[in-house]
């Protein structure tokens, strides 16, 4: 494998949201051309006005590019991506790179490494964390795992939006990392979300318990970025939405079952989630998780 990445190296990136849009704007803005697709041609005018190139297909993009980043919600639109009809695979040149930044089961990462092997394709497992004002600021934290040749050839890439970039080895043990990011991130939201409605209930002024909260131990990064939304009340500007965390907290638990490891806080923090979406809001921001704990 060629492991020299120029400046103006044509980096294909699929799935245009949140996370997406800022890694776009730290590529574009180190000097990388940009590629996207995405199913929406909103997204797509969008990369135009940034200064990228809009594919019309897969096809389109992966006759132009040798690495890809992939920032699609899940697995199963990971398989179509790639597998699909019309899918990367078959498309993309012998000694491509597909950089996958989904949160996804940790077995499936591995299966799909030799899988995409037996295509001479290279698979870079980088799940991150940051969310999306990260992404926008470049500051994300990579979890990142694959070959050390692969890895180093898409380490420029992974560095125009991640401050910090971590090599866990085999593919695979950066999607096992993130499900344990995942568990923490869910129960202290989880847990944010329910002192709050608790205080709410108690008829203590919010904001002041926020800032109480956030401004010693009690406090944590999940407070502070979901507390003022959670106390709003207003959970239109999504993020991240319930149903992600549903998702991601499920891994978990596939995980904690696999391990024979029983983890109480990990299966709360989900009914949590799960009891969000019971309600009919597993489409908004996932701060709504606090009115899982308003009592009627």
């Given at each position: 494998?060629?492991?020299?990445?120029?400046?103006?190296?044509?980096?294909?990136?699929?799935?245009?949201?949140?996370?997406?849009?800022g890694?776009?704007?730290?590529?574009?803005?180190?000097?990388?051309?940009?590629v996207?697709?995405?199913?929406?041609?909103?997204?797509l005018?969008?990369?135009?006005?940034?200064?990228?190139?809009?594919?019309?297909?897969?096809?389109?993009?992966?006759?132009?590019?040798?690495?890809?980043?992939?920032?699609?919600?899940?697995?199963a639109?990971?398989?179509?991506?790639?597998?699909?009809e019309?899918?990367?695979?078959?498309?993309?040149?012998?000694?491509?790179?597909?950089?996958?930044?989904?949160?996804?089961?940790?077995?499936?990462?591995?299966?799909?490494?030799?899988?995409?092997?037996?295509?001479?394709?290279?698979?870079?497992?980088?799940?991150?964390?940051?969310?999306?004002?990260g992404?926008?600021?470049?500051?994300?934290?990579?979890?990142?795992?694959?070959?050390?040749?692969?890895?180093?050839?898409?380490?420029?890439?992974?560095?125009?939006?991640?401050?910090?970039?971590?090599?866990?080895?085999?593919?695979?043990?950066?999607?096992?990392?993130?499900?344990?990011?995942?568990?923490?991130?869910?129960?202290?939201?989880?847990?944010?979300?329910?002192?709050?409605?608790?205080?709410?209930?108690?008829?203590?002024?919010?904001?002041?318990?926020l800032?109480?909260?956030?401004?010693?131990?009690?406090?944590?990064?999940?407070?502070?970025?979901?507390?003022?939304?959670?106390?709003?009340?207003?959970?239109?500007?999504?993020?991240?939405?319930?149903?992600?965390?549903?998702?991601?907290?499920s891994?978990?638990?596939?995980?904690?079952?696999?391990?024979?490891?029983?983890?109480?806080?990990?299966?709360?923090?989900?009914?949590?989630?799960?009891?969000?979406?019971?309600?009919?809001?597993?489409?908004?921001?996932?701060s709504?998780?606090?009115?899982?704990?308003e009592?009627?």
């Amino acid at each position: 494998m060629d492991t020299h990445l120029n400046t103006r190296t044509k980096v294909g990136l699929i799935g245009l949201g949140a996370m997406g849009c800022g890694a776009v704007g730290n590529l574009l803005a180190k000097g990388f051309e940009v590629v996207g697709c995405d199913v929406r041609p909103d997204a797509l005018d969008w990369l135009q006005a940034q200064g990228g190139t809009p594919a019309s297909s897969l096809a389109e993009m992966a006759a132009q590019v040798r690495i890809v980043v992939c920032f699609v919600v899940n697995s199963a639109q990971t398989e179509a991506v790639l597998f699909g009809e019309g899918g990367l695979v078959g498309q993309l040149p012998a000694g491509a790179v597909f950089i996958a930044c989904s949160t996804m089961d940790p077995g499936y990462v591995r299966a799909l490494e030799a899988r995409l092997s037996a295509h001479a394709i290279s698979l870079i497992d980088a799940p991150v964390t940051g969310g999306a004002v990260g992404a926008a600021r470049g500051t994300l934290t990579i979890m990142g795992s694959g070959t050390p040749e692969a890895f180093e050839f898409a380490r420029p890439v992974l560095q125009a939006f991640g401050a910090t970039v971590h090599c866990l080895g085999a593919a695979g043990n950066g999607a096992q990392m993130k499900v344990l990011n995942q568990l923490l991130c869910g129960v202290h939201l989880a847990a944010a979300g329910e002192a709050l409605a608790l205080a709410k209930r108690q008829g203590l002024p919010l904001d002041l318990t926020l800032e109480i909260l956030s401004s010693g131990a009690a406090g944590s990064w999940m407070l502070a970025d979901r507390g003022p939304r959670m106390i709003a009340g207003q959970f239109d500007n999504v993020t991240s939405a319930v149903d992600i965390f549903v998702k991601d907290m499920s891994l978990v638990l596939d995980a904690t079952r696999e391990s024979r490891f029983p983890a109480a806080l990990a299966h709360a923090a989900y009914l949590a989630f799960l009891g969000t979406t019971a309600r009919g809001l597993g489409a908004q921001d996932d701060s709504a998780v606090t009115t899982n704990y308003e009592l009627t």
